[in-house]
């Protein structure tokens, strides 16, 4: 039995066509969370968004969460651990994987002798039906690290305009 394809979305009733393949409304209330996130986010935690201002701070969390959701692209670099590496050559090897990220926010892992970059995906073309998995585990994670219980009532997505 394979399943009917919607022509709308259940939740905000968005209906789609081939202009605009994701409901608006779900696009904001992503953002909206992910302000809401911002927010209450705990000084305590070991991620702190930062940034000159709010905007920006509002930007990296964004991109943390898209990360840790696992909407991400991983690219890795080997280090050459066989040379004693200093703190300055590895920094001055983190810098130049950087320059070439397509995210102003970007992170940096090293896992066994290798460096690796890691950017948040682009949601701008995503369609709503695979975007809606994206969406759910951000919004698992922004309520696993803050503690806020954020739920989307139909008749409240129906509202965002």
Same mark, same amino acid.
């Given at each position: ?72 692209? =991983?690219?890795? !670099?080997?280090?050459? %651990?066989?040379? /004693?590496? &200093?703190?300055? $050559? #590895? ?5 130049? @994987? ?35 998995? =994206?969406?759910? !585990?951000?919004?698992? %994670?922004?309520? /696993?690290? &803050?503690?806020? $219980? #954020? ?5 409240? @997505?129906?509202?965002?305009?």
């Amino acid at each position: 039995m394979t399943s009917k394809k919607h022509d709308h979305c259940p939740a905000c009733g968005f209906v789609f066509d081939e202009t605009q393949p994701r409901s608006p409304k779900q696009h904001r209330a992503f953002f909206h969370m992910v302000w809401l996130a911002l927010n209450q986010w705990p000084e305590a935690h070991a991620f702190q968004p930062s940034g000159a201002t709010h905007k920006d701070r509002f930007e990296h969390l964004r991109a943390y969460l898209l990360c840790e959701a696992k909407y991400r692209d =991983v690219r890795g !670099e080997r280090m050459n %651990l066989e040379t /004693q590496m &200093t703190r300055d $050559d #590895i920094m001055l090897f983190a810098a130049a @994987l950087q320059v070439t990220s397509r995210s102003k926010y970007c992170f940096l892992r090293e896992h066994r002798g290798m460096l690796y970059i890691v950017e948040p995906k682009s949601i701008a073309e995503i369609s709503h039906e695979d975007f809606q998995p =994206v969406f759910d !585990e951000v919004l698992h %994670l922004i309520q /696993q690290h &803050t503690g806020i $219980d #954020i739920k989307f009532i139909k008749q409240e @997505l129906r509202q965002f305009q």
